[in-house]
């Protein structure tokens, strides 16, 4: 039995003083393959360099819509050597009204750049997508998308997106921060989910699981804030598993990873 984790930051400076021990505890545990995203130009490196030396790792390169505004004026020909580099999909990418200060417009062209490439080269994109749901769909019903399929990371848009997202090839995974008693309505949209686009992330070291559910805690160095480890991915799986009633979730999982990630696992996944 495997375990995938479709979205995590891995490369993250909170996680830095503890990734020796992280690294080791993932090597021996049955977490089989994990997509780490970068979000900004700066970590791109890091994540190249993790997943040199771990084969478990799947790199993805991608302006995350919170950091569009610190992209530098070479950052398409940058994220375009990585891309040639590494077998590696495009993300973290996509659009957030959300987050104060926004600028929709940059957001919405250095998304569909990225999208543009990831659809040009037939590689998954990891999206993300906060209360900007019309757009996103308007976009990706606007533009060429890769055939491979796409991620919809920590899916929580209502029920009614789920149709037509599904329709243009979307698949969506479920972070344990929705196993928060709050977030009803997203666990209520899980089960409208067909399963064979389902997918289960820990997006660590953020969106934090309640505690029932955080078995590996873990907390920032400098701030002592509590960080979402990466091992947490299991007690996730068996969550939604409940959650859903999906006995096979592990086989469901698996396949639908294998799925969206093919032409870019290489010989990973042995
Ligand atoms: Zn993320």
């Not at 991915?233 to 969206?260: D, M, S, W």
Request: aromatic fraction near 12%; include cysteine.
């Amino acid at each position: 039995m495997f375990y995938y984790d479709a979205h995590c930051h891995l490369q993250d400076r909170r996680l830095k003083p503890f990734l020796p021990e992280i690294v080791d505890a993932i090597s021996r545990s049955n977490i089989k393959l994990i997509s780490v995203c970068g979000s900004e130009e700066k970590d791109w490196q890091d994540v190249a360099e993790l997943s040199k030396k771990y084969n478990w790792i799947v790199p993805s390169f991608g302006v995350h819509p919170w950091y569009v505004k610190d992209i530098s004026n070479h950052w398409f020909d940058n994220l375009l050597k990585y891309l040639d580099e590494y077998n590696c999909g495009v993300g973290e990418i996509g659009l957030d009204t959300w987050i104060k200060g926004y600028d929709i417009e940059l957001q919405e062209a250095v998304f569909v750049r990225q999208l543009k490439i990831a659809a040009e080269r037939n590689i998954p994109a990891s999206i993300h997508c906060v209360k900007a749901w019309d757009r996103l769909v308007k976009i990706l019903k606007t533009n060429p998308l890769p055939w491979c399929g796409f991620l919809i990371h920590s899916y929580g848009g209502l029920k009614n997106y789920i149709k037509p997202l599904y329709e243009l090839g979307a698949y969506f995974s479920f972070p344990g921060y929705y196993a928060n008693e709050k977030k009803v309505e997203q666990r209520e949209s899980f089960k409208e989910i067909p399963i064979e686009r389902l997918l289960i992330e820990t997006d660590a070291p953020d969106q934090l699981p309640p505690d029932f559910l955080n078995k590996h805690p873990l907390f920032d160095e400098n701030r002592k804030r509590p960080l979402n480890h990466p091992l947490n991915l299991i007690p996730i799986y068996e969550f939604t598993a409940q959650l859903l009633g999906l006995h096979k979730l592990h086989e469901i999982v698996e396949e639908n990873f294998l799925r969206l990630f093919s032409d870019v696992i290489g010989g990973r996944s042995e």
